[in-house]
Nanobody, 117 residues
């Protein structure tokens, strides 16, 4: 059972930046995929950014050019650097890991990001 612990959420003004972290309880180097989703009130959970096998990065169109996903295998941690935040980025952000396959799926508890003046 993989444990994922997110941190780094909070309240930020429009145009500001935040960096989220997700630490896994075991090595992430061989994970099938690992990344971030978000869910705003009353909406579906959407993919934000993800690493896939081979180190490919995929971003949702609504964050391209503003968010950067990175990882540190030595610390079993994936990061999401969020820049130029907008009120519509307000959501609970969830870390997700697909360990041995896309069906071997784990979620963190979520961290709230609120963008407001």
């Amino acid at each position: 059972q993989v444990q994922l612990v997110e941190s780094g959420g909070g309240l930020v003004q429009p145009g500001g930046s935040l960096t989220l972290s997700c630490e896994a309880s075991e090595s992430i180097a061989s994970f099938t995929a690992m990344g971030w989703y978000r869910q705003a009130p009353g909406k579906d959970r959407d993919l934000v950014a993800v690493f896939t096998n081979g180190g490919w990065k995929n971003y949702a169109d609504f964050v391209k050019g503003r968010f950067i996903i990175s990882k540190d295998n030595g610390y079993n941690t994936v990061y999401l650097q969020m820049n130029n935040l907008k009120p519509e980025d307000t959501a609970v952000y969830y870390c997700n890991a697909k360990v041995s396959s896309y069906y071997d799926d784990y979620w963190g508890q979520g961290t709230q990001v609120t963008v407001s003046s």
